[in-house]
């Protein structure tokens, strides 16, 4: 299933995530810039979570500003169709949880959720050497606060029928539903020992995910998802 786009207007211009949109197409314009043996690689060394370091770090005997990279690494993507993906779901949800927060509280929440959600991962894989990125586990967050605040709002939906495509008006209580589910599902199976996902096969971080969206559904409340004092506005 692939979100196309939403019912709910906005009263306000999402600044942020336009700017967060454009700063993650950017780097990524400079990553393909990177042409060199081992350049790349190296790039994303310095600046993504490798959990083995940041685990020394935590420990005293790494690079003290290891935890940086809970927030830089929320700008790197592993290739178009990373960066692509995320983009669309963060255009698609992050404007109304934006217009519900206010622009600071937003990056805030933003920002906070994607570094919770690379210690989720961290915690699951502490030793691997791998290197971890990309703003999914920070939309993730996203994604819970809007599960939470928009719970009847219809998502526009692409699906596959065969080799037909069809779209559906999807409640997003289903859909960031199933989506959750899935990557807790998956989660649990990568810390399998005979299992060849999640972050040890250099695949897919499912625990940020999973963690980003529990983080979003804690903070987004916190932060002021539900304030009284911002206008109401019905979203069927």
Same mark, same amino acid.
């Given at each position: =299933?692939? @979100?196309?786009?939403?019912?709910?207007?906005?009263? %306000?211009?999402?600044?942020?995530?336009?700017?967060?949109?454009?700063?993650?197409? %950017?780097?990524?314009?400079? *990553?393909? =810039?990177?042409?060199?043996?081992?350049?790349? *690689?190296?790039? +994303?060394?310095?600046?993504?979570? $490798? @959990?083995?370091?940041?685990?020394?770090? +935590?420990?005293?005997?790494?690079? @003290?500003? *290891?935890?940086? &990279?809970?927030?830089?690494?929320?700008?790197?993507?592993?290739?178009?169709?990373?960066?692509?993906?995320? =983009? /669309?779901?963060?255009?698609?949800?992050?404007?109304? #949880?934006?217009?519900?927060?206010?622009?600071?509280?937003?990056?805030?929440?933003?920002?906070?959720?994607?570094? /919770?959600?690379?210690? !989720?991962?961290?915690?699951?894989?502490?030793?691997?050497?791998?290197?971890?990125?990309?703003?999914?586990?920070?939309?993730?967050?996203? =994604?819970?606060?809007?599960?939470?605040?928009?719970?009847?709002?219809?998502?526009?939906?692409?699906?596959?029928?065969? %080799?037909?495509? &069809?779209?559906?008006? %999807?409640?997003?209580?289903?859909?960031?539903?199933?989506?959750? #589910?899935?990557?807790?599902?998956?989660?649990?199976?990568?810390?399998?020992?005979?299992?060849? $996902?999640?972050?040890?096969?250099?695949?897919?971080?499912?625990? !940020?995910? !999973?963690?980003?969206?529990?983080?979003?559904?804690?903070?987004?409340?916190?932060?002021?998802?539900?304030?009284?004092?911002? @206008?109401?506005?019905?979203?069927?």
């Amino acid at each position: =299933m692939v @979100p196309l786009r939403d019912d709910n207007p906005t009263t %306000i211009t999402p600044y942020v995530t336009y700017a967060l949109i454009a700063i993650n197409v %950017i780097v990524f314009i400079y *990553e393909l =810039m990177l042409q060199q043996p081992g350049e790349l *690689e190296q790039f +994303f060394r310095v600046w993504a979570v $490798v @959990p083995r370091e940041l685990t020394a770090s +935590f420990e005293g005997r790494g690079n @003290p500003l *290891e935890w940086t &990279t809970l927030f830089s690494s929320q700008f790197l993507h592993a290739g178009f169709l990373h960066v692509a993906g995320n =983009m /669309l779901f963060l255009w698609i949800f992050g404007n109304n #949880v934006e217009d519900r927060l206010g622009h600071v509280k937003y990056l805030i929440f933003y920002l906070a959720c994607g570094a /919770l959600a690379a210690l !989720a991962q961290w915690f699951f894989s502490s030793g691997s050497d791998i290197p971890s990125l990309g703003a999914s586990g920070a939309i993730a967050g996203v =994604m819970g606060a809007y599960i939470l605040r928009f719970p009847q709002a219809r998502i526009l939906t692409l699906i596959p029928l065969g %080799i037909l495509l &069809t779209t559906f008006r %999807i409640p997003a209580i289903f859909f960031l539903g199933f989506w959750f #589910v899935q990557q807790a599902f998956y989660g649990i199976v990568s810390l399998g020992p005979a299992t060849n $996902v999640g972050m040890e096969s250099g695949g897919v971080a499912y625990w !940020a995910h !999973a963690g980003g969206f529990v983080f979003g559904a804690i903070l987004g409340p916190l932060l002021g998802l539900f304030n009284s004092n911002s @206008p109401d506005r019905s979203y069927q």
